[in-house]
């Protein structure tokens, strides 16, 4: 399984960008898809999740300025972030995962990541 993310880069302070991530066959075929990030010196995080019935979950540090979402057309997993602060700077990665991840496991499948810098 290719689980591989785009979209990363420099943003300044209160800005936005999108993430994008593809996954080997269809992306319904994974009971959920999610984003994590690490930034440096810390653990690595779930930002958001989303299950092949569209539900969604957010850590608190994004809730309100994140959205997960699929696209069913180009089978292709989003991740808007907006009013990104400095704090958000880590690598973002895009995981995928079947009903034990669902469950409260860890993902099966991790992308390489993308680095997102957020600075002035």
């Known amino acids: 399984v290719q689980v591989v993310e785009s979209g990363g880069g420099l943003v300044q302070p209160g800005g936005s960008l999108r993430l994008s991530c593809s996954a080997s066959?269809?992306?319904?075929?994974?009971?959920?898809m999610a984003w994590y990030r690490q930034a440096p010196g810390k653990e690595r995080e779930m930002v958001a999740r989303?299950?092949?019935?569209?539900?969604?979950n957010y850590a608190d540090s994004v809730r309100g300025r994140a959205t997960i979402s699929i696209d069913n057309v180009n089978n292709m997993v989003y991740l808007d972030m907006t009013n990104l602060r400095p704090e958000d700077t880590g690598v973002y990665y895009c995981?995928?995962?079947?009903?034990?991840?669902?469950?409260?496991?860890?993902?099966?499948?991790w992308g390489q990541g993308t680095q997102v810098t957020v600075s002035s």
């Open positions: 995981a995928a995962g079947d009903v034990a991840f669902v469950r409260g496991g860890r993902p099966d499948y």
């Open positions: 989303i299950t092949n019935g569209g539900t969604t």
């Open positions: 066959g269809n992306i319904f075929d994974y009971a959920a």
